[in-house]
């Protein structure tokens, strides 16, 4: 039979581990009310501390101490960090099932109000978002607690944190590689890869055109990226991009150097000032090192480390909805601890992707 144990009560409230619970199921993780009710509960935590004496017995304030503390460090850190995937994706967070909204007809332009106004249909297409079950977890020695090592473990439970933010950026980068390489995760609403040479602004047919860029990564192709991606055009033969919005280039380790000269560089090769400095945002991702293989809901992507990609800020792209955000999980008590003398620590979220709007990037193989 499982003995339940006694949690104290401090002053007639509940104790630390039931308030840090309800804190986390009630206010949004990394909120500024989440952070401000965190730190009123380190603080409180900290004084049963000091209050207690340590030693080789596993006391409740030392329990409480494991529980609270490392639901503080998880969620003060998964409240700082902030994956580069949310400047290049659009990210939904929602428990609700999500379709893939692509709208199809752009806003119309103003025209001169005379007579009646014409009224203009927005078209669009919807295909659910498929998410998956993600998780990782750590285990902590019993013995380490006893003997106040949660300094020791304190690291590995705020990268926790950083792992989550690290499968966004994965699973992001996982798609535009894949879209590029025409490799099946799912189509763009025209049935074609995402980075393709024959898509069109209709599912069911229309005028041809081209997000890709074949060839060696240079600025020439730089600028032939930038002059296709703003001469993109609807279903009435109207630009889809407006100069303004900001831009994104993405690239990995191999290309850092030539990217850094294009974007970076006041003065260009020839000696003439550079006139592709600050048109875009140099962002250099770890995933898009050669022979890194990405694992996209059991599809398996391997990169070459010259794929490179021009996109749009906070681009519709690439959809991620976050059905679950990530929840921190412990067990200290039972049979499997009561045997092992092993509490298990860990997190758990549901999250997937989908493509959307194809119109927002322009990308290549780079070779």
Known sequence: MQLERMSPVLSGRPPLRAQATRIHKSVKPGSMAHLARIGALSKELAQLANATPGGKSLDASKFESAYVGYHTTFHNRLGTYRSFGRSIATIVETDNIVDRQVWLTKTPKMRPWLGDKVLHKLRAES????????????????????????????????????????????????????????????????????????????????????????????????????????????????????????????????????????IDQQTAANGESNMDRGTADLIVSPYLTASNVINVNGTLITVTGTEWFLIAEESSSILVHVKQPPVFLSVEEGEFAFRTGIWLYGIEAEFGAAYGLWQEVVGGPGA
């Open 127 to 262: 295909h659910p978002i498929v998410t998956s079950p993600q998780e990782v977890s750590v285990e902590i020695p019993k013995k380490d607690l006893e003997n106040d090592k949660l300094g020791l473990y304190r690291p590995a439970i705020a990268r926790m944190a950083d792992a989550y933010e690290w499968a966004l950026d994965e699973l992001i980068i996982g798609m535009l590689v894949a879209g590029v390489q025409g490799i099946a995760l799912g189509a763009t609403y025209d049935g074609q890869n995402l980075i393709d040479t024959d898509h069109t602004m209709l599912s069911g047919g229309g005028t041809a055109q081209s997000n890709r860029v074949n060839g060696v990564f240079t600025q020439a192709i730089y600028n032939t990226a930038w002059t296709r991606y703003l001469t993109l055009k609807d279903e009435n033969g109207t630009p889809i991009n407006v100069a303004g919005r900001r831009m994104k280039l993405v690239v990995g380790p191999a290309l850092r150097e030539i990217a850094r000269e294009i």
